[in-house]
């Protein structure tokens, strides 16, 4: 059950680990960018741009606000994808 929800009395973090949390899932973002990029490349190079630069801030945004959530949310998202293997 996915703890991702909107919860206006979160506690925001510390600036130095709201930057760490943003780079984390910014480089998460980008892994995810790159393989929609590859896979929709021949169709547009705008297109994969797109997908990169919005799956680096998503990611990156949702790290700060969600912090632990996120990522205990995509290691049982990774898992759950271990069983389609």
């Not at 393989?35 to 990156?60: H, R």
């Not at 949702?62 to 994808?81: K, N, P, Q, T």
């Amino acid at each position: 059950m996915p703890r991702i929800y909107f919860d206006p009395k979160r506690p925001k973090p510390m600036p130095m680990q709201a930057s760490s949390r943003f780079w984390c899932g910014a480089a998460l973002g980008l892994l995810i960018g790159l393989f929609i990029a590859l896979s929709t490349l021949s169709s547009s190079a705008s297109l994969s741009i797109l997908a990169i630069v919005g799956s680096v801030l998503l990611c990156g945004w949702l790290s700060v606000y969600y912090g632990e959530d996120f990522w205990d949310d995509i290691r049982g998202f990774l898992h759950a994808l271990r069983f389609f293997w």
